[in-house]
C-alpha cells in the first residue's frame, strides 16, 4: 500500500495565504503565484505557470521586503487546474527562518479564526 501524501511529509504544514513568484524555464520566467500552505521543506501553490513533476523552480516570497526570501526546489506534484507542490531542495537561514516564522504566524491565524467561530 502506498503511503499517503500526509504520512510521506516529514514536517507538519500550515494553512496559509501569502503572494509568492514561480521562476521556472529557459530563460527563467516568473509568475505570480498564491502561496496554499507550508512547511520547513515545501509549499503548496496555485499559479498559472506551466510546470511539470520534476521541474527545477525558484519560489519567491512577496513578504514587503527588499531582499525577498526564496527557496529553489523541484515540482513533487501537480493538481490541476492550477496547483503545484513543491519540495525545496536548497534552504539557507533566511528561508528557513522566514518559514518558521510564518509557520507561527499562519497558525496563530488559523487558531484565531476558530476560536471566533
Known amino acids: 500500500m502506498t503511503p499517503s501524501m500526509s504520512e510521506r511529509r516529514r514536517r507538519p504544514r500550515a494553512s496559509c495565504t501569502l503572494a509568492a513568484s514561480v521562476v521556472s524555464g529557459e530563460p527563467p520566467t516568473a509568475r505570480r503565484a498564491e502561496l496554499v500552505d507550508v512547511s520547513e521543506t515545501g509549499v503548496f501553490l496555485r499559479t498559472s505557470q506551466e510546470v511539470h513533476e520534476g521541474d527545477a523552480v525558484r519560489v519567491?516570497?512577496?513578504?514587503?521586503?527588499?531582499?525577498?526570501?526564496?527557496?529553489?526546489?523541484?515540482?513533487?506534484?501537480?493538481?490541476?487546474?492550477?496547483?503545484?507542490?513543491v519540495h525545496f531542495e536548497e534552504v539557507n537561514e533566511d528561508l528557513r527562518g522566514f518559514v518558521r516564522r510564518l509557520l507561527v504566524a499562519c497558525r496563530e491565524t488559523h487558531e484565531r479564526g476558530n476560536s471566533q467561530r
Open 60 to 85: 519567491v516570497f512577496d513578504a514587503g521586503r527588499t531582499q525577498e526570501p526564496a527557496g529553489t526546489g523541484r515540482v513533487t506534484r501537480l493538481v490541476q487546474p492550477d496547483g503545484v507542490g
